[in-house]
């Protein structure tokens, strides 16, 4: 059982790897762009989160990597918050696009990286 939720786990992040590689691809096209890009990552999140898709964004940044328990979901996560807060810039949505790169900044230094 174990090694089945590591295969489902790797093929996920392996899947959404490549999500996120088209969504930078699409931030290179601007403004117009930008909607696509914020609904695809928000929806990457959650399938990268799963079950913990309602609980991980509402709590501290070491609870939620705590929550997580695997470093390459939460880095992948830190990488989809940065594209959805650069397509929040395109959009002019500052507000936002700081809080969605303040969260993977904290994600980032309770994983024990600097931001």
Do not use: T
């Not at 790897?17 to 909607?35: D, Q, S």
């Not at 790169?101 to 309770?110: F, K, P, T, V």
């Amino acid at each position: 059982m174990h090694s089945e939720r590591q295969d489902y786990i790797l093929r996920l992040i392996e899947q959404l790897g490549a999500v996120l590689r088209r969504l930078l691809e699409m931030l290179g096209l601007g403004r117009a762009a930008a909607p696509q890009v914020v609904r695809d990552a928000q929806a990457a999140q959650e399938a990268l989160l799963g079950p913990l898709a309602l609980s991980a964004p509402l709590v501290d940044a070491p609870a939620a990597v705590r929550l997580m328990n695997d470093p390459r979901r939460v880095r992948l996560w830190i990488e989809f918050l940065r594209v959805e807060a650069a397509a929040m810039r395109l959009q002019e949505e500052e507000e936002r696009a700081a809080a969605l790169e303040a969260r993977a900044d904290a994600l980032e230094r309770a994983m024990g990286g600097a931001p």
